[in-house]
């Protein structure tokens, strides 16, 4: 069945860099765009960054001014988000999900993703 996997959370101070995984398994992994979402305490899960499935083409670039990234490497049936210069506010549960429009990324809206992981941590705090 169709799995996504977070991994890499943690606590890390203000202005520190940490790298998250999604790890896929149960459908043909290239062939869907992935994204990630983040839910802080309290509030609405909000959409990150979306990469292709096709071409790796990231159709959102401005994601959190700039600090986050996101890549993939579809030989290892992952995505990953690298987020820079880490700040409090960035503490939330952050999610992968799959793409109801296969290779395309949709808006980032719940609705429009298919299959989601169960989440990582990320607490930024001195």
């Known amino acids: 069945q169709v799995q996504l996997v977070e991994s890499g959370g943690g606590l890390v101070q203000p202005g520190e860099s940490l790298r998250l995984s999604c790890t896929a398994s149960?459908?043909?992994?290239?062939?869907?765009?992935i994204a990630w979402f983040r839910q802080a305490p309290g509030k609405e899960r909000e959409g990150v960054l979306c990469i292709s499935g096709s071409d790796g083409s990231i159709p959102i670039r401005n994601s959190v001014k700039g600090r986050f990234t996101i890549s993939r490497d579809n030989a290892k049936n992952t995505v990953y988000l690298q987020m820079n210069n880490l700040k409090p506010e960035d503490t939330a549960v952050y999610y992968c999900?799959?793409?109801?429009?296969?290779?395309?990324?949709?808006?980032?809206?719940?609705?429009?993703?298919?299959?989601w992981g169960q989440g990582t941590h990320l607490t930024v705090s001195s």
């Open positions: 149960g459908f043909t992994f290239d062939f869907y765009a």
């Open positions: 999900a799959r793409s109801g429009l296969k290779s395309s990324c949709p808006a980032l809206y719940r609705a429009n993703f298919d299959y």
